[in-house]
Nanobody
Framework: QVQLVESGGGSVQAGGSLRLSCVASGGTFRTNDMGWFRQAPGKEREFVVAISWSGGSTYYADSVKGRFTISRDNAKKTVYLQMNSLKPEDTDVYYC??????????????????WGQGTQVTVSS
């Protein structure tokens, strides 16, 4: 069983930047596809981005493409989300997510095996 702990959330002005971190423990991190989702009150949880277990492939939602960058350091069992040019509509709770890789990165957008507890991101205009 993989445990995920997020950090790095906070409040910023529109146009600012934040970097979220997700540290994994237990299980076999190396074989997990990883990603980030976000959710605002009263809304459905939204897929943001995924990265393959090898780090060689990424897939971004259109809403964040060109502004957010995902990366991972398997030696540190950590996934990062660099968020630039933040907009008020990016205000959400951000959740780290993991899935045992089945060879298809897009699978993470449909089913998640492990969730973090979430970290709040607030962007003011």
């Amino acid at each position: 069983q993989v445990q995920l702990v997020e950090s790095g959330g906070g409040s910023v002005q529109a146009g600012g930047s934040l970097r979220l971190s997700c540290v994994a423990s237990g299980g076999t991190f190396r074989t997990n596809d990883m990603g980030w989702f976000r959710q605002a009150p009263g809304k459905e949880r939204e897929f943001v981005v995924a990265i393959s277990w090898s780090g060689g492939s990424t897939y971004y939602a259109d809403s964040v493409k060109g502004r957010f960058t995902i990366s991972r350091d398997n030696a540190k069992k950590t996934v990062y989300l660099q968020m630039n040019s933040l907009k008020p509509e990016d205000t959400d709770v951000y959740y780290c997510a993991g899935r045992r890789s089945d060879g298809y990165l897009q699978s993470l957008g449909h089913e998640v095996d492990y969730w973090g507890q979430g970290t709040q991101v607030t962007v003011s205009s």
